[in-house]
């Protein structure tokens, strides 16, 4: 089966007095990286967010993004910074004894300075908030995981589709090269006639050279292998496993034996045909970047 490493999804919940939003997006990395952007007070189950996605994803950079809105109105609390009174109010007496005067605490004075009463509106509590924060998060990895196997299954079409057509690339330098060396011979045959003239021709010489230049410029074993690689491409789309890496290692030899082929052909018509294979299996290597 083969999922992209691209989408999209978004979970909602509601609960406690709050609205909450999960979205995450996925997008290509060669390994599993998942990051998290919270409210600062929910930090603490952050992890959390990161081993339910471990769960069900095996590559990609996921990004997450949880937004929390209120939907009543929180109890404000008030509260004093104790040490910061004291040490006003410590000052203070220091500063009328300095001036040889009398001072007297006044509370109402004290409070009115900066920093010494804050309001604050009290914060939900975040293992009381996680179930709905998990509801949400779930919602958003299923239509993720939905949408990466959509878009995984499209894939999977294109890249089968342009395989068959790189098969049929390689079944014409499979026709082709026996032709090379056939042709060779006949040449050979030519040029030697036309230069030794009235001289006959050393036919066990010739047979030599003919076996010498068939030897070194045969790609058979690299057609056997390439049609190896071609069949266990195939193969990895019906399994149940990620097959992203093994499809990018099998394209690695499949671009080496097509490599080969083209340096030991040693003709025009396969070196054209190679060329085209090429292309068409950088086409097949970009799309593979997609694959999880």
Same mark, same amino acid.
């Given at each position: 089966?083969?999922?992209?490493?691209?989408?999209?999804?978004?979970?909602?919940?509601?609960? *406690?007095?709050?609205?909450?939003?999960?979205?995450?997006?996925s997008v290509n990395n060669r390994f599993l990286e998942v990051l998290v952007k919270l409210p600062r007070n929910l930090n603490i189950i952050e992890e959390r967010f990161r081993k339910a996605v471990q769960e069900k994803v095996q590559r990609g950079r996921i990004d997450i993004y949880v937004n929390i809105k209120e939907t009543e109105e929180k109890k404000r609390l008030v509260k004093v910074d104790k040490d910061l009174v004291l040490s006003y109010d410590n000052s203070l007496k220091e500063l009328a004894n300095l001036l040889n005067t009398t001072y007297k605490s006044d509370l109402f004075s004290l409070v009115s300075l900066p920093e010494v009463l804050s309001v604050e509106n009290e914060e939900t509590d975040a293992e009381a908030l996680w179930p709905y924060l998990n509801m949400a998060l779930q919602e958003a990895l299923n239509q993720l995981i939905q949408m990466r196997r959509t878009e995984g299954e499209r894939l999977a079409k294109d890249l089968l589709k342009k395989l068959d057509d790189l098969s049929g690339m390689v079944d014409q330098v499979t026709v082709r090269a026996p032709q090379v060396v056939a042709e060779y011979q006949e040449k050979l045959r030519?040029?030697?006639?036309?230069?030794?003239?009235? +001289?006959?021709?050393?036919? !066990?010489?010739?047979? +030599?050279?003919?076996?010498?230049? !068939?030897?070194?410029?045969?790609?058979?074993?690299? *057609?056997?292998?390439?049609?190896?690689?071609?069949?266990?491409? +195939?193969?990895?789309?019906? +399994?149940?496993?990620?097959?992203?890496?093994?499809?990018?290692f099998l394209i690695q030899e499949m671009n080496r034996e097509i490599n080969t082929i083209g340096s030991k052909a040693n003709d025009l018509e396969i070196s054209h045909i190679v060329v085209q294979g090429k292309s068409e299996l950088e086409k097949i290597r970009e799309q593979v970047q997609n694959i999880e």
């Open positions: 089966m083969a999922n992209s490493m691209t989408g999209f999804g978004r979970g909602e919940a509601q609960g *406690l007095g709050v609205q909450i939003s999960v979205e995450m997006k030519e040029r030697l006639a036309a230069l030794l003239a009235d +001289t006959s021709l050393d036919e !066990a010489r010739l047979i +030599t050279e003919i076996a010498i230049f !068939a030897d070194r410029s045969s790609i058979e074993e690299e *057609l056997v292998r390439l049609g190896s690689h071609f069949e266990q491409f +195939t193969k990895a789309f019906s +399994t149940n496993e990620p097959i992203g890496r093994k499809l990018d």
